[in-house]
């Protein structure tokens, strides 16, 4: 895999609406199992919007495979700093949980990767970009939250090293959230 994608941070010349199309194919499994996450269907503003909050690594196709094209945007990952104590998240009636709030706490949203590269480690690869990338900007851990009854990803965070902590319910969400953290080893 490491030979036909490379990662690397999110540039201005790249695509949102690519990106945003990237998000919808990723999350599409997901929203067909009911659990209706912001990704499978959000807005190109949506993404401008998430991705401007901190630093958004992509993983770039460097040989067409398939269907895909050599420079296609094949899997992507967002972090960024803590949220102010009563900012919103994502959902502007939503304020963020205070695990997001913490100085020392490092946000990991919208990891994706494309259907057609799954099961490839691309996935780990850009979960190893944002966590170095948090460690590098002294963030002592890095947060999450996904649906609850995601059981598979759970266990995926698990391996890595992140732990429960804590549940969450976000407006107009079909499904609870549980909190997960990773404490970043310097």
């Known amino acids: 895999m490491t030979d036909t994608t490379r990662i690397r941070p999110l540039s201005t010349a790249d695509s949102v609406q690519q990106l945003t199309a990237l998000l919808h194919a990723a999350y599409a499994t997901l929203a067909a199992q009911g659990w209706n996450y912001t990704a499978a269907t959000q807005s190109v503003q949506t993404t401008r919007e998430r991705i ?18 050599t420079g296609a945007l094949v899997g992507s990952v ?7 104590a009563g900012a919103h998240y994502v959902q502007a009636q939503d304020s963020a949980p205070p695990l997001y709030t913490r100085a020392d706490t490092a946000i990991l949203a919208q990891l ?10 691309l996935g780990a690869r850009l979960c190893d970009a944002a966590e170095d990338w948090a460690r590098q900007q002294g963030f002592a851990q890095v947060a999450l939250d996904t649906a609850e009854p995601a059981a598979a990803l759970r266990v995926r965070y698990q391996r890595r090293g992140y732990r429960d902590a804590g549940r969450v319910q976000w407006s107009g969400k079909t499904y609870a959230s549980v909190l997960m953290c990773k404490e970043l080893k310097t």
Not at 112 to 121: E, Y
């Open 112 to 121: 994706a990767v494309h259907p057609a590269l799954r099961g490839q480690g």
């Open 78 to 84: 967002c972090i960024s700093p803590p949220k102010a």
């Open 52 to 69: 401007a909050q901190g630093q958004c690594f992509v993983a770039e196709l460097l040989r067409a495979q398939g269907d895909l094209p």
